[in-house]
Nanobody, 120 residues
Framework: VQLQASGGGLVQTGGSLRLSCAASGSIRSINAMNWYRQAPGNERELVAG???????NYAESVKGRFTISRFNAKNTVYLQMNTLKPDDTAVYYCNVDLWTNWGIRSDDYWGQGTQVTVSS
């Protein structure tokens, strides 16, 4: 199983970015899909998550600005980030909880990380 994240970059305060993360490989089904971020010197934190049924949750710091969504047919999760602030600067990681074709469930699949930098 591989997760390929994309969409990061440099943006000015108030700008927008859209992150994508596609899962591929021997996947039977995907449960939750999440986005985490880690800024230098900080612990990795959950930014947003979405269940297989479409229920979403967000960190307080991003509520009203970020939107998580998924396209199940392509095993892809998105994070639309609007009204970006310098405090949003971090490496963003996607994470999925899935069942493999061999009947193994794990929530420890991670993408490679994509850098988001918001300039003031």
């Amino acid at each position: 199983v591989q997760l390929q994240a994309s969409g990061g970059g440099l943006v000015q305060t108030g700008g927008s970015l859209r992150l994508s993360c596609a899962a591929s490989g021997s996947i039977r089904s995907i449960n939750a899909m999440n986005w985490y971020r880690q800024a230098p010197g900080n612990e990795r934190e959950l930014v947003a998550g979405i269940t297989s049924g479409g229920t979403t949750n967000y960190a307080e710091s991003v509520k009203g600005r970020f939107t998580i969504s998924r396209f199940n047919a392509k095993n892809t999760v998105y994070l639309q980030m609007n009204t970006l602030k310098p405090d949003d600067t971090a490496v963003y990681y996607c994470n999925v909880d899935l069942w493999t074709n061999w009947g193994i469930r794990s929530d420890d699949y991670w993408g490679q990380g994509t850098q988001v930098t918001v300039s003031s």
